[in-house]
Nanobody, 120 residues
């Protein structure tokens, strides 16, 4: 069984910074893509950023230049450094691990979510 545990959410003023972390645990051989999605009240879940095992990154246009995603393949962790936060960044942020290879069939896994709130 694979579990993703997120940490680092909280309340911050506009212009501030937060760092989200996520650790995947279990009998994991490899993870294809790790990333972060977010869902604001009344809106659909959207991709924030993701990163492949080779280090290729992908960002939503709304966060480019402000957020940085990083990953440690050896530790199966992914982090999201969020700078210059805006009130519109307020959402529940979810960690995701895709194409996770274990002793079972490969699959995708999600964390429980962590709240990020940005006040104006």
């Amino acid at each position: 069984q694979v579990q993703l545990v997120e940490s680092g959410g909280g309340l911050v003023q506009a212009g501030g910074s937060l760092r989200l972390s996520c650790a995947a645990s279990g009998r994991i051989f490899s993870i294809g893509v790790m990333g972060w999605y977010r869902q604001a009240p009344g809106k659909q879940r959207e991709l924030v950023a993701d990163i492949t095992s080779g280090g290729s990154t992908n960002y939503a246009d709304s966060v480019k230049g402000r957020f940085t995603i990083s990953r440690d393949n050896a530790k199966n962790t992914v982090a999201l450094q969020m700078n210059s936060l805006k009130p519109e960044d307020t959402a529940v942020y979810y960690c995701v691990a895709k194409s996770v290879f274990t002793t079972s069939s490969p699959g995708d896994y999600w964390g429980q979510g962590t709240q990020v709130s940005v006040s104006s």
